[in-house]
C-alpha cells in the first residue's frame, strides 16, 4: 500500500519506545499507508528506572539507554535528530529547530518532562542527559544541596551518596514528600542509614546545586495552544489519549494527562498506555470511523526506591503502593533490578538483522552505493576509444574559462539516501558533492538537483521534496552559493529517496589543484577521520553503537569549504577527496597522476597515523565491512607497488583504507617546511583530528 499520511512521533520518551519495539516485533501492528517519523533530541533514551542505579555507579549507560536510532531502523520508521520547539496547529506543523517544521496527519506527543524552575539557581536534574553531563564535570566528593523531598530528590541523594558525592537535601517543610507519613519515615531512614543531612523549612530561593523540584511539560506544549493542566503544563487528553479538542493528536507519558482521571508523572504509566497508544493510532489512521479504545490505568502502581547501595555497599530498595510503605530491604533491590532488568532485555532480544538478511550483507548507501572501480575504468577506456591510455580521472571537469579569467569547473554526484530523515540526506549528500570542487581548491558557485522521491501520496512527496531541497539549501546559503533549478522524478518498483546534485564553481588558475603529480618531500595531510563506510553497514545489521554513529554524522556535517582557503594559504599543489573509492584507491590516483613522460612518485603510508571513527576499527575487527569493500580490495595491490607502509598493518586497519566514504576527508598534498603550520591552522579552525599521515617519495618504492 502507498503511504498517503504522515504520522509523526514527537520525543523518544518510554511509550514510544515501547511503540517502536511492537511494530518492529509484530509488523502487522504498525499503521498501514502511512510514512513514520519519530523526532527526538538524543538518539538514545535513558530508562528512568536505572538512572539512580546509573548515578550511583552501579549500571553503565548503555545498560540502561535504549537505542531509538537502532529501533526506528527495525520498524521502519524515519529517525530525525532535532530539537522540537513548538507546534503550528493550524497548518499541522512541528516546529524544528534551524530547519523545516515536520507536516503531520497524525501527533503523537511523548515528550517526557523537564524540571521546574529553581530560583536557587539548582542544576535541573530533568532533562536527563544535560543533568548527567553537569554531574561529571564535578570533582569527586564535592558537596551537593538537592532541593526536594520527593521520591526523585530522595534518590538521587542516595545515589549521590554511594558515588562518593556529599549531599545534603533542602526541604521546603518539615517532612519528605512521598506520598504518606509511613514512606516519609521510611525515607528518612534510608538517608540516615546514608548519613545524608535534611535541612527543613529552607526558603525556595535559598542556593542550591541540584534542582528536584517537581517535573512540568516543556513550555512550548502551552504556548502552541493545546489544552493543558495549569499546574503541570502537561497536555490533557481523552481516555483514548487523544488532545482534548484535537482529534489527531495524541498525548502520553510525561507530558500528558488523563483529564477525567489523572496519573501522576511516572515511567509505570508511560509503559501501561503503550499498549493503548498503539492500537488507537491504528485505528486511527486506517479505521477513522471505528471508536477508540479508551485506557483505563489502574488505581495505583508499585514504587521501588533505590538506594544506590549506600549501606555497606549492599543496595537496597523501598516498596511504596498508596499510603504503605515497605522496607528498605535488599530484596526488594532484587525485585526492583529484576523488573528493571526485564524490562531493558526487551529491546535487546531484538533481532540484530531481519530475516534473512544474515546470511548475505545488505547492501550499503551513500557513496558505498557508486559502481566499483574496476568496471566503470573499463567502461570509461572502451569509450575513449585507446583501453591501452584511459583518460586519468580528476575531481571535477573544466567547462571554460569565464570572462574574467576564472576556470568555470563542474561536477556531478548523488546515491540513494543514507539515511532515512530527507534534510539531514541531502545535507550529506550536498557536502558530499561540493567536496568534489574543494579538492580542485574551487569555490562553490550554483547546484542544479535531481530529486527521486517514492511512489506516495502527492502530500508526503511535496514534503519529503521540500525536506530535500531545504536540506540541500542548508549547505549552500552559508556558502552564498544558489539552488538554481533541478528535475524530479517518481521512483518506480519500490526504489525510495535519491539525490543527485551537479555543481559548479571556480577557481583561480594558480589555485586549482590537480591529483596530482605528486612531488618528492610533499606531505600528505588527511583533514579528518575515516570510516563512515564500516560504520554504516553495521548499522543496517543492527551492530553499531548509539555513539558511534552520533559521532560519525556530527562530523560529516561539518563543511570543509573553509580548508580551501587555508590549503591554498601554505602551499597545496595536489589534492583530492576521499570517498566511494577508500583512501587506498584515491591515494593511488594520486600517484597515478603523473602524466605522460613523467615518473610517477612513490609514497610512504603511516597506517597508524590514519585517524579512525571511533567504532570504526572495532568493527572492522569483528569483520563488519560495506558492500562496496571487496571491490576496493583491489587497491591493495598498490602496497606491493608505489605505496609502502612504514608499520606491518594489521587486518582491521587494511580494511580502513579501503572502507568507502560518504562526506570524507581531504587529502592534500603540501610541501614539507609549510606542513605544520598548515595542521596547526586547520586544527584551529575546528579540525581537531587532522593530521599527516604520509610522505611522497623520490622514486616509487
Not at 506527543?109 to 536534574?125: C, E, K, R, Y
Not at 569547473?409 to 539531514?424: E, M, R, T, Y
Not at 547546484?447 to 511535496?462: D, S
Amino acid at each position: 500500500m502507498l503511504p498517503k499520511h504522515h504520522l509523526v512521533l514527537a520525543g523518544g520518551g518510554h511509550s514510544h519506545a515501547l511503540l517502536l519495539r511492537m511494530w518492529a516485533m509484530r509488523p502487522k501492528r504498525r499503521p498501514a499507508g502511512s510514512l513514520i517519523s519519530l523526532v527526538s533530541r538524543h538518539s538514545r533514551a535513558l530508562y528512568s528506572g536505572m538512572v539512580p542505579g546509573l548515578v550511583a555507579g552501579l549500571y553503565r549507560q548503555d545498560e540502561c539507554a535504549m537505542d531509538l536510532r537502532r529501533l526506528c531502523a527495525r520498524a521502519r520508521v524515519a529517525f530525525v535528530l532535532a530539537e522540537i520547539n513548538g507546534l503550528d496547529l493550524e497548518r499541522q506543523e512541528l516546529l524544528l529547530e534551524g530547519r523545516p517544521g515536520l507536516r503531520f496527519d497524525r501527533l503523537s506527543l511523548d515528550l517526557g518532562a523537564v524540571t521546574a524552575s529553581d530560583p536557587g539557581g539548582g542544576q535541573p536534574v530533568k532533562p536527563l542527559e544535560p543533568f548527567l553531563a553537569w554531574l561529571g564535570s564535578l570533582p569527586p566528593g564535592a558537596p551537593i544541596r538537592i532541593r526536594g523531598g520527593g521520591q526523585a530528590a530522595v534518590e538521587a541523594a542516595l545515589a549521590l551518596a554511594a558515588r562518593g558525592y556529599q549531599p545534603e537535601l533542602l526541604l521546603r517543610g518539615e517532612s519528605l514528600s512521598l506520598g504518606s507519613r509511613s514512606a516519609n519515615r521510611a525515607g528518612e531512614r534510608l538517608l540516615a542509614a546514608a548519613s545524608i543531612p535534611l535541612q527543613r523549612l529552607v526558603p525556595g530561593d535559598a542556593p542550591a546545586d541540584l534542582a528536584c523540584t517537581g517535573s512540568r511539560a516543556p513550555a512550548w506544549l502551552a504556548a502552541s495552544g493545546l489544552p493543558v493542566d495549569a499546574s503541570s503544563g502537561r497536555v490533557l487528553t481523552e481516555p483514548s489519549l487523544q488532545v482534548l479538542g484535537h482529534p489527531r493528536l495524541f498525548a502520553c507519558g510525561d507530558c500528558g494527562l488523563l483529564a477525567s482521571d489523572p496519573r501522576p508523572a511516572a515511567g509505570v504509566w508511560a509503559v501501561r498506555a503503550a499498549p493503548t497508544l498503539a492500537a488507537n493510532l491504528q485505528r486511527s489512521l486506517e479505521q477513522p470511523e471505528r471508536r477508540l479504545r479508551p485506557w483505563r490505568p489502574q488505581a495505583r502502581a508499585l514504587q521501588l526506591l533505590g538506594d544506590g547501595g549506600t549501606r555497606r555497599g549492599r543496595p537496597q530498595a523501598l516498596a511504596l503502593w498508596g499510603p504503605l510503605a515497605l522496607g528498605p530491604s535488599p530484596w526488594l533491590w532484587i525485585l526492583k533490578e529484576r523488573i528493571d532488568r526485564g524490562f531493558m532485555q526487551r529491546f535487546g532480544a531484538l533481532s540484530p538483522m531481519a530475516a534473512g538478511a544474515a546470511s548475505e550483507p545488505m547492501a550499503c548507501r551513500g557513496c558505498a552505493a557508486k559502481l566499483a572501480a574496476s568496471p566503470l575504468a573499463s567502461a570509461l577506456a572502451r569509450l575513449s576509444g585507446s583501453p591501452a591510455n584511459p583518460p586519468q580521472p580528476e575531481d571535477a571537469a573544466l567547462v571554460t574559462t569565464t570572462a574574467n579569467g576564472e576556470l568555470l569547473l563542474q561536477s556531478i554526484d548523488g546515491f540513494p539516501a543514507l539515511i532515512d530523515d530527507p534534510w539531514l540526506n541531502a545535507r550529506l549528500t550536498t557536502l558530499h558533492a561540493c567536496s568534489d570542487l574543494w579538492a580542485c581548491g574551487a569555490r562553490v558557485t550554483s547546484v542544479q538537483a535531481l530529486v527521486t522521491v517514492p511512489e506516495a501520496g502527492p502530500r508526503l512527496q511535496e514534503e519529503l521534496l521540500l525536506q530535500s531541497l531545504a536540506g540541500v539549501r542548508s549547505v549552500l546559503d552559508p556558502l552564498g552559493a544558489s539552488l538554481i533549478g533541478g528535475h524530479t522524478l517518481e521512483g518506480r518498483d519500490g526504489a525510495g529517496l535519491a539525490l543527485a546534485l551537479t555543481v559548479n564553481g571556480t577557481v583561480a588558475p594558480p589555485h586549482f589543484w590537480p591529483k596530482g603529480p605528486l612531488q618528492p618531500g610533499e606531505l600528505l595531510l588527511l583533514s579528518r577521520p575515516i570510516g563512515t563506510g564500516v560504520l554504516f553497514a553495521a548499522a543496517m545489521a543492527g551492530a553499531a553503537e548509539a555513539a558511534w554513529l552520533d559521532g560519525a554524522l556530527a562530523l560529516m556535517q561539518q563543511s570543509q569549504a573553509e580548508l580551501v582557503a587555508l590549503l591554498q594559504a601554505h602551499g597545496c599543489r595536489a589534492c583530492t577527496d576521499i570517498t566511494g573509492f577508500g583512501l587506498l584507491g584515491h591515494l593511488g590516483e594520486m600517484v597515478a597522476a603523473a602524466g605522460p613522460g613523467i615518473a610517477s612518485a612513490g609514497v610512504e603510508l603511516d597506517g597508524l597515523a590514519i585517524p579512525a571513527l571511533a567504532g570504526s576499527l572495532e568493527l572492522l575487527a569483528q569483520g563488519h565491512a560495506s558492500s562496496l569493500a571487496p571491490s576496493n580490495a583491489a587497491a591493495l595491490a598498490l602496497l606491493d607497488g608505489p605505496i609502502q607502509l612504514k608499520a606491518p598493518p594489521s587486518a582491521a586497519q587494511l580494511g580502513l583504507l579501503i572502507d568507502p566514504q560518504t562526506c570524507g576527508p581531504l587529502l592534500a598534498a603540501l610541501p614539507a617546511e609549510q606542513a605544520p603550520a598548515a595542521l596547526a591552522a586547520i586544527r584551529a579552525a575546528g579540525f581537531a583530528e587532522a593530521t599527516v599521515i604520509g610522505r611522497v617519495l623520490a622514486t616509487p618504492p
